[in-house]
Structure formats: C-alpha cells, structure tokens
C-alpha cells in the first residue's frame, strides 16, 4: 500500500519505534500503528519479516536514508512478502536505489500511518543522504549521518557538508529521539574521552553505555539534547575542526 491518508474520525492509535539488530552492528527500524508498519533501512529481509509477522503487522513502506547496501539489501525480500509496499527514497539516488517507487527530497512533507513526516537533506556521509523526522511524535531516523556521539565517514560528502548537516539536525528539539542505524556507541565515545579526556559529561555517558552494552541493552535511541552535550561532531566550530575530529576518529 502506498501512503496513508489522515483518519477521517476517531483518535489515531498510539505510535511505536522499536529496533531489530542484524547483521554486525546494524538496526533495523519499525515504526507501528494500529497493525500497519513502515521499516526504515532494512539491511536484510527474513528476521524483519519474521519480527513483523509475529507481531501481525502489515507493511505499508520501506523509507531509505542512503543506498549503501547494508541499508537497502532487505528490500527486495521484503516487496515479496509485500509486494504493495512503498519504497521511499531520495530521488537523487534513484540510480543506486533503483526499487524506489516515490522519490522525495528536502523539505519534502509525508503523511504515513497518519502521521507527518518532513524529509531532511543531509549529505555528507553520501552525496544524497537523508533523514527522516517526525516532529509530533518527536522521531528522527537519521541513518548514517549522525551516530550517538559520532558521525559517519565522508564517503562522498565535504566537511562543511556533514556540518551543515550535524548542524541541521541538532537544531531539531533537543528531546527528539535520534534512531541512527549502527551499534557505534561505545566506540565513539570511548574516542571521544580520548580526545576530550577532562570533559566530564562524555565520561558520565560512555560509563553509562558500558553499562548499557554490558548487559546486552541497545544504546539506542539518543536524543538531540545528548548530542549536543556529548557528540564532539556536533560540537565542531567549524568545518575544518570537523575534518580535523574526522581524521583522527578515521586512525583511532
């Protein structure tokens, strides 16, 4: 099925975002409502269509931030289950997502399980990543673009791309809850206190994620209002303190 319209009467059933690990350190998401999902960045196909299955949920859209495999590779397994589905993706990435069936840009305003969803460009990580936000129910699935306390490797994209980036995301509310697509906390911030070693909030945070990792719990979702405080990314005055930060990340 294609995308929903709002409900003619009656209050919307409560939202849901969960996470399913696969693969090394990837997540795949699950956003639920009355029995009909959207999956973001399905890497691969079977433990997603298992998990949705369990649950009895019917699958409207697929929603892609960027075309690197390990974001895109379920999709196909997923169109066969259910074949109605939407793909959406960026329309510049047409070529690299070709599965795609509405493309879709900055700025760009959805409406999926009777919720508003704004489409945000942010490259840096590729040429035509970008996010997704819901801002009522206070979402961001942001793919590789921003991690907990990190950011992705500039594949494609410049310095002062990722920081306009970074940049626009951090600008969302500060209790948005910012889903990104790999299990790199604990690494990232473990940097981070190497390179910031007197700064006392990133400390507090990655005792709290080796605690979280520890016990088998998933370190996300983030928040906006915690990258700000602990993401050295985030904190990055300019685009060549950036680069800077990307290096040494890059070699650690």
Not at 57 to 74: F, K, R, V, Y
Not at 91 to 102: K, N
């Amino acid at each position: 099925m294609g995308p929903s319209s709002p409900a003619a009467a009656g209050p919307a059933a409560p939202l849901a975002v969960w996470l399913i690990p696969v693969l090394r350190d990837n997540y795949v998401f699950v956003i639920e409502r009355g029995g009909r999902a959207l999956v973001v960045d399905p890497a691969v196909a079977d433990p997603v269509a298992e998990a949705l299955q369990e649950r009895g949920l019917q699958l409207e859209a697929i929603l892609h931030t960027h075309h690197h495999s390990d974001h895109i590779g379920g999709t196909p397994g997923l169109l066969r289950r259910w074949p109605r589905a939407a793909v959406i993706a960026a329309v510049a990435d047409r070529s690299r997502i070709p599965l795609q069936t509405r493309g879709v840009r900055g700025g760009d305003q959805l409406v999926l399980l009777e919720e508003p969803i704004t489409v945000l460009e942010v490259p840096g990580h590729t040429s035509a990543h970008i996010a997704y936000w819901l801002p009522a129910s206070g979402h961001l699935f942001c793919g590789d673009t921003l991690f907990a306390g990190g950011c992705g490797r500039l594949f494609e994209g410049t310095p002062e791309q990722m920081q306009a980036s970074l940049q626009r995301l951090a600008a969302l509310p500060a209790s948005t809850r910012v889903w990104c697509a790999h299990e790199y906390t604990e690494a990232n911030l473990a940097w981070a206190a190497a390179e910031a070693p007197h700064d006392l909030a990133i400390a507090a945070r990655l005792a709290a994620v080796r605690r979280d990792r520890a016990a088998g719990a998933p370190t996300i979702p983030s928040s906006v209002e915690l990258e700000r405080a602990t993401n050295l990314f985030v904190r990055a005055a300019s685009p060549a303190a950036l680069a800077a930060l990307r290096r040494s990340k890059d070699a650690w």
